[in-house]
């Protein structure tokens, strides 16, 4: 068994690859159409993710599991400020404990989450 089984199931390569592929000013639209009834789309999805990590659009072709080049830049660019957004906010919990003299729930309220993911924020510390 292969990490690439899913392929085998893969309804694009029973079509047309150019429908993935169009010219610059073709559709992604009959293309969508069979991303929508294909059975490994989840697993298109995350292996698109995989191949294309952190890239620009620039570096994105074709459709993959019904998204656009655009769209999976849009994502990944979003996810990214949304990990920056939790680091920053992590730090700022860790710093306001270290320096002590607030209990949990007033951490989350100066930070602005609650209590419980304070203290899972300083439980994934302590157990790191
Ligand atoms: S979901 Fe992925 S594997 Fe399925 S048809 Fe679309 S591009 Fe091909």
Redesign the pocket.
């Known amino acids: 068994m292969s990490a690439f089984d899913w392929?085998d199931e893969?309804?694009?390569?029973q079509t047309d690859p150019a429908l993935?592929h169009p010219d610059r000013d073709g559709s992604y639209s009959t293309?969508a159409k069979?991303?929508g009834s294909?059975p490994?789309?989840e697993q298109?999805?995350q292996h698109a993710e995989r191949l294309e990590g952190g890239v620009s659009r620039a570096l994105r072709h074709g459709?993959?599991?019904?998204h656009t080049p655009n769209a999976r830049a849009k994502q990944a660019a979003a996810e990214l400020a949304e990990d920056q957004e939790t680091d920053v906010r992590d730090s700022l919990i860790r710093r306001l404990h270290q320096r002590g003299g607030m209990t949990i729930a007033q951490i989350g309220a100066e930070v602005g989450c609650t209590a419980r993911t304070v203290h899972r924020v300083l439980t994934r510390r302590a157990a790191a």
Do not use: K, Q, T
């Open positions: 392929m893969a309804l694009c390569a993935f293309a069979v991303c294909c490994v789309r298109c999805a459709l993959w599991a019904g």
